[in-house]
Every structure is written in C-alpha cells, then in structure tokens.
C-alpha cells in the first residue's frame, strides 16, 4: 500500500516537472522563434502575412513588407479565455487597425504607403495588471522599399 502511495506521488511529481518545463520551453519557443519574417508575394500580386496570437504573444513578431504593395494580413487566434486585441497605427503610411481578436481567424488588407518600423501590440489590460504589450504581446511592420 505504501509503495503504491509513494509511486503515485512520484507520478504527480513528473507530471508537474513536465508541465512546468514545456510551460517554460513554450515561452522561450515564442521569444526565440521570432526571427524577421519577410511577406510572401502571392499569386494575386497580394503580400501573404500570416501570423499567430496568443498568451502573449504575436509570432512572428516581426514582419518586413514591401512599401507600396498590398498586404493580407491573416491572424490566428491560440483558443485560450483570456481575450485579446491588434492594434497597429500607422497613420503616416495609411494604416489603422484597432480590433478585437474575437474570433478564430481575422484578416486585414492595407497597402503600406510610406516606408519605417510601426509598432503592433495587443491593447488589452485586466484591472491593475500589466498590460499584455508589457507581457511581450506587441511587435513590429517594417516597411521597406
Ligand atoms: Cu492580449
């Protein structure tokens, strides 16, 4: 009886250890996985942007774009119950997103008009907590020529 109680814990312990190292491996992945991600020109003349969303994380979080060419920017939302948003204003470079990430998949067109680096985040915040863009839910459109 003893022994049995004694492996049950020492199971429970395993799968704790394993969740919190995938926990960590899974945040790091995020950060580390993040190299500048250069648009895909489609068949359609369009350049393909696709990007993933969640807890809290925007990954790639680094998109380079051709100035001048239109962009579709698609955004898949990780199912999760914390909710989150996109904004990216670039008002210099005729660009402006404000919306909330509600569903599965959202897509944007736009067409970069000026070239620079504009910041995109995600603007929501839970009471006095840190913002999600503090938490590293944010990134960068580099618009290039
Ligand atoms: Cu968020």
Known sequence: MKSLRFLSLRFLFLIILTLTVSCIAGRLGAQLGNKPYRAVMDTDGVQQINILAGDYFFKPNHIIVKVN??????????????????????????????EDLSREFHTFIFTPSAPGRYAFYCPKKLFFFKSHREHGMEGVLEVVE
């Open 69 to 98: 060419v239109p962009v579709r920017l698609v955004v898949r939302v990780e199912r999760g119950i914390v909710p989150h948003g996109l904004v990216l204003k670039a008002l210099e470079a005729n660009i402006s997103i404000d």
